[in-house]
C-alpha cells in the first residue's frame, strides 16, 4: 500500500470513528464526503476520500467493533487494574420486526471510575429469560 493510499485510508477511518463517537448515522457519511470535497477544493487526500455509508458500515462491523471488543477483553484481563467486580447487562429493544439484545459489561475500573462497555449487539427471537441466558452465555463465550 502507498504512503498516499495509506492516509486515505486512515482519513476515512478517523471521519468513521468520529460518525461512531459521536452516534451519527451511516448515511451521514454520504454527506461528510461531499461537504469534504467542496469545502477543501484544493485538498488530495478530500479527493481521494470515498467512504459513503456501505463502506463506513464495513468499516465499523469488520474493524472498529472487533478492535474494540478485544482492547476491552484485554483490560478485564489486565492484572494490574484488578477489575474483579463487574456485571452483564440486557434488554429486549424490537427494530421493525426484529429482536435486538445489546450485551453490556460494567465494570469499576480504579484509574476510571464505573465504565460501561457495548460487547456485541445480537439479534433473537426469544425474549425468554431462558433465552437471554443462553445468548448471553454465547455472547461470553465467543469473546474469550
Do not use: W
Request: proline residues 3%.
Amino acid at each position: 500500500m502507498s504512503v498516499r493510499s495509506e492516509r486515505t485510508a486512515v482519513s476515512e477511518l478517523v471521519l468513521v470513528y468520529h460518525t461512531v463517537r459521536h452516534n451519527l448515522g451511516y448515511s451521514s457519511m454520504d454527506c461528510a464526503n461531499k461537504l469534504a470535497k467542496n469545502i477543501f477544493v484544493d485538498s488530495e487526500l478530500a479527493k481521494k476520500m470515498h467512504c459513503v455509508r456501505t463502506k463506513a458500515e464495513s468499516i465499523i462491523k469488520n474493524v472498529l467493533a472487533p478492535r474494540s471488543v478485544c482492547d476491552f477483553l484485554e483490560v478485564l484481563s489486565d492484572p494490574e487494574k484488578c477489575i474483579t467486580f463487574f456485571s452483564v447487562a440486557s434488554d429486549a429493544s424490537n427494530y421493525k420486526n426484529r429482536k435486538v439484545f445489546p450485551v453490556v459489561i460494567r465494570y469499576f475500573d480504579p484509574f476510571a471510575g464505573i465504565r460501561n462497555k457495548l460487547l456485541d449487539f445480537v439479534e433473537q427471537a426469544d425474549e425468554a429469560a431462558s433465552g437471554i441466558y443462553t445468548l448471553i452465555k454465547i455472547v461470553l463465550n465467543l469473546t474469550r
